[in-house]
């Protein structure tokens, strides 16, 4: 008898026990279910139209995990390595002969540039608010959420706001989230940061640590001398021309980029995908007497990328029309040496002479250089620039722009723009120009 209760004791203890957690499973249910039907994850916190700032960890189709955290002042980011510009601006090649504009503005400074110490000097009183640089230091915590169609998505650069994607969302990019209510993203802002360790990270500077160039309608690998050839492209992340690891001339060439879509700003302003013209990987290349026109954008002129690659350019015309398209672009180390060119952007963040992660040297002489778009300076420079001789304009934004620990020298040449601040010339004209240099 006492044996039968001990068992059906046991058997009330053993329900008891079940029955407990199984009370216990259909809570924990509830639980995730609850946080499965928001379209914030964050520790059960509410973040119903608030904003905050995170670190992206993960993107995984639409759905962005990304560390919590805050946006502090940087005083001093790093550029490029202070050092010598080593690269000499190009000669005039045998034969060829400046045209008249060029040949006038060199005789009437030549006195001036016996002074060439002090060309490019910041203006004194500048206008404006200096922008300075941020990093973001995660504080606690880690949120995940979708990004639902239709959002407004937008990037900051030093060159400009602009519209973005959900592309251009990558990881390492530092966001600005505002939530509508029920926790669901209502806009972002890609920030315009500088990564903790120094290096560029986020917004502007963000973008894929992988160099990606995307492919090319045409490419040349070998050792070659062309004239009176046309390239052509209308294909996504194409270029219409590369020159890659080879020693090339052209002359009187023709390239087009007509159409095809960037699947990345950021790639096409940092590696040359969806360029006109791409020099990469220690290559060598003279053009001459030629003309460039892209309407694509990332559609820059002719690109100059990484460490040993050197672009000679002669007498060209480059056109550009669409957003994030410069005239010409050195980025990675690369050099580009330019010579009585003339150039036109009309799209917004299209600098015509332009400049992005990883620098370079870039040397101009004469020519005209005129920018029509919004945050599209006629030079904008991460790199070490020097510009003699030639004709700057800058129709819708600062005429020149300066970012960091790099340089802009201005010898005898004439420079407007149409934000405040000034320049002062060779010949003591004053010009409306903004410098912004974070130091």
Same mark, same amino acid.
């Given at each position: ?243 890659? #690891? %080879? *020693?090339?001339?052209?002359? =009187? ?6 159409? !095809? /879509?960037? +699947?990345? @700003?950021? &790639? ?120 003699? #001789? %030639? *004709?700057?304009?800058?129709? =819708? ?6 970012? !960091? /620990?790099? +340089?802009? @020298?201005? &010898? ?28």
């Amino acid at each position: 008898m006492k044996s039968i209760k001990n068992k059906i004791l046991a058997l009330f203890c053993l329900l008891a026990i079940v029955g407990s957690m199984m009370a216990g499973c259909g809570t924990n249910t509830s639980k995730d279910s609850s946080s499965a039907s928001n379209s914030v994850s964050v520790e059960n916190v509410s973040y119903s139209n608030t904003t905050i700032i995170a670190k992206v960890t993960a993107v995984n189709g639409n759905t962005i995990t990304a560390d919590i955290g805050e946006l502090a002042e940087m005083s001093k980011p790093d550029g490029n390595a202070d050092g010598e510009n080593n690269a000499s601006p190009p000669e005039k090649p045998e034969g060829e002969s400046k045209d008249s504009q060029t040949s006038d503005s060199q005789a009437s400074g030549s006195q001036a540039s016996e002074s060439g110490s002090e060309k490019g000097a910041p203006p004194e009183g500048n206008g404006g608010n200096m922008p300075s640089m941020k990093t973001f230091n995660a504080t606690d915590g880690s949120v995940t959420f979708e990004i639902p169609d239709g959002i407004t998505i937008t990037k900051e650069s030093m060159d400009g706001t602009q519209s973005a994607s959900l592309s251009d969302i990558t990881v390492d990019s530092v966001i600005e989230v505002t939530f509508g209510s029920n926790n669901t993203p209502t806009a972002i802002v890609i920030k315009n940061v500088m990564s903790n360790n120094g290096g560029p990270g986020g917004g502007g500077f963000g973008g894929s640590s992988t160099v990606t160039n995307g492919t090319s309608a045409n490419t040349i690998s070998e050792d070659a001398e062309i004239s009176g050839t046309t390239y052509t492209s209308t294909g996504d992340d194409e270029n219409a021309l590369r020159i890659d #690891n %080879a *020693t090339v001339t052209l002359d =009187n060439v023709t390239i087009e980029k007509t159409g !095809g /879509k960037t +699947s990345n @700003t950021e &790639n096409g302003d940092f590696y040359g995908q969806n360029a006109g013209l791409l020099v990469l990987n220690g290559a060598n290349a003279t053009i001459k007497n030629s003309t460039v026109n892209t309407t694509a954008q990332n559609g820059n002129g002719i690109f100059s990328y990484g460490e040993g690659t050197v672009v000679n350019i002669y007498d060209t015309k480059i056109r550009t029309t669409a957003d994030n398209s410069g005239g010409i672009q050195t980025t990675g180390g690369g050099t580009t040496n330019a010579y009585n060119l003339d150039v036109e952007t009309s799209g917004n963040s299209s600098a015509a002479i332009r400049s992005d992660r990883g620098g370079g040297t870039v040397n101009v002489d004469g020519g005209t250089y005129v920018s029509n778009g919004t945050g599209s300076p006629a030079i904008y420079s991460t790199a070490n620039i020097t510009v003699s #001789n %030639a *004709t700057l304009n800058a129709n =819708n934004s600062e005429a020149v722009v300066v970012e !960091g /620990k790099n +340089s802009v @020298t201005l &010898n005898n040449c004439n420079v407007t723009g149409n934000m405040t601040g000034t320049y002062k010339d060779d010949s003591e004209n004053i010009h409306n120009v903004m410098i912004y240099q974070s130091m």
